[in-house]
């Protein structure tokens, strides 16, 4: 199976903040890497499929990159609506592993 | 809009068969695409359980396998999800999502999810 390794665990900035995170496959995924947005209380929210492409309707302050095995997620100016729990998906060969997670707080 | 909606059971007994359904709105599950089982323990992170497709073919986590079935009925646009002989580490919130499946695999739409204990 493959694993994805996401850092950091949590994460503590100001707003307006650029604020990077990362997530590592332990085998070359391509390009299959999707970002999602999980408030306290609700379901995950999709922001990017397919490492970089943005889903409908979400600001463009939030972006991806990256392929093979590291990928990063970005959020270019931090909201104070952006509170939240930020999850990476990988999937491949009719598997699909999330990250552990990454809790982004305000500072 | 596509809704899903999650129901069963808030309460299970160890070593007894979790059951739940996701009720499908705004789109007819017979159109396509594959229709997933997420779960999530308390205080802990997203865990892919199984997905199913419109024709009933699926494909499950390998560490749940032996445990899972989903099932589809079409007539009824719902899908279910069976786990059997289930433990204390099985309590979590259980979401159902559409899951676009083609060069890319990604969940765009998901239930509000429904908290399943297991307990005696």
């Known amino acids: 199976d493959i694993q994805m390794t996401q850092s950091p665990s949590s994460l503590s900035a100001s707003v307006g903040d650029r604020v990077t995170i990362t997530c590592q496959a332990s085998q070359d995924i391509s390009n299959y890497l999707n970002w999602y947005q999980q408030k306290p209380g609700k379901a995950p929210k999709l922001l990017i499929y397919?490492?970089?492409n943005l889903e409908t309707g979400v600001p463009s302050r939030f972006s991806g990159s990256g392929s093979g095995t590291d990928f990063t997620f970005t959020i270019s100016s931090l909201q104070p609506e952006d509170i939240a729990t930020y999850y990476c998906?990988?999937?491949?060969?009719?598997?699909?592993?999330f990250g552990q997670g990454t809790r982004l707080e305000i500072k | 809009q596509v809704q899903l909606q999650e129901s069963g059971p808030g309460l299970v007994k160890p070593s007894e068969t979790l059951s739940l359904t996701c009720a499908v709105s705004?789109?007819?599950?017979?159109?396509?695409?594959?229709w997933g089982w997420i779960r999530q323990p308390p205080g802990k992170g997203l865990e892919w359980i199984g997905s199913i497709y419109h024709s009933g073919s699926t494909y499950y986590n390998p560490s749940l396998k032996s445990r899972v079935t989903i099932s589809v009925d079409t007539s009824k646009n719902q899908f279910s999800l069976k786990l059997s002989s289930v433990t204390a580490a099985d309590t979590a919130v259980y979401y159902c999502?559409?899951?676009?499946?083609?060069?890319?695999?990604?969940?765009?739409?998901w239930g509000q999810g429904t908290l399943v204990t297991v307990s005696s």
């Open positions: 397919d490492a970089s």
């Open positions: 705004g789109y007819s599950i017979s159109s396509g695409y594959y």
């Open positions: 999502a559409r899951e676009y499946s083609s060069s890319v695999d990604y969940f765009d739409y």
């Open positions: 998906q990988q999937y491949d060969n009719l598997s699909i592993t």
